[in-house]
Nanobody, 125 residues
Framework: QLQLVESGGGLVQPGGSLRLSCAAS????????ISWFRQAPGKEREGVSC????????NYADSVKGRFTIFRDNPKNTVYLQMNSLKPEDSAIYYC??????????????????WGKGTLVTVSS
C-alpha cells in the first residue's frame, strides 16, 4: 500500500534545530506536490511549507519564514523540513502530505491525497 512515514521529531531547546523526514513507499515522489502541516493540541491544522513537483517553487507560512527550509531528495524518495531557531510555539505534531500533479508547479495546501501519521516536535527549556 502507499505510505508516508515522518521521522525526526523530538524534544529540543528553544533556538535549536531539527530536520524532519518524510519517506514514501509504494510510489515515487517525482511527480508530487508535497506539503508539511502541523497541529497543536486543540488547534486547527495549518500549512507550514510546500514544494512544487519539480522543486522550482516553495512556500512558507509567515510564522516560519527565514527559519524553516523544505527540500526534496528524489533518489531517496524523501522530503525534508529543516527547522532552525525553533520556538516554543513551533511545538506540534508535524505531518507530510502529497498529491500527484503532472503539469502544475503550484504550491497549494488543499487537495492533499496521501498523509503520514505525524511526528511530534516539542520545543521547551
Amino acid at each position: 500500500q502507499l505510505q508516508l512515514v515522518e521521522s525526526g521529531g523530538g524534544l529540543v531547546q528553544p533556538g535549536g534545530s531539527l530536520r524532519l523526514s518524510c519517506a514514501a513507499s509504494g510510489f515515487s515522489l517525482d511527480d508530487y506536490r508535497i506539503s508539511w502541516f502541523r497541529q497543536a493540541p486543540g488547534k486547527e491544522r495549518e500549512g507550514v511549507s510546500c514544494i512544487s513537483r519539480s522543486g522550482s517553487r516553495t512556500n512558507y507560512a509567515d510564522s516560519v519564514k527565514g527559519r524553516f527550509t523544505i527540500f526534496r531528495d528524489n533518489p531517496k524518495n524523501t522530503v525534508y523540513l529543516q527547522m532552525n531557531s525553533l520556538k516554543p510555539e513551533d511545538s506540534a505534531i508535524y505531518y507530510c502530505a502529497m498529491v500527484r500533479t503532472e503539469l502544475s508547479e503550484r504550491c497549494e495546501y488543499s487537495g492533499m491525497k496521501y498523509w503520514g501519521k505525524g511526528t511530534l516536535v516539542t520545543v521547551s527549556s
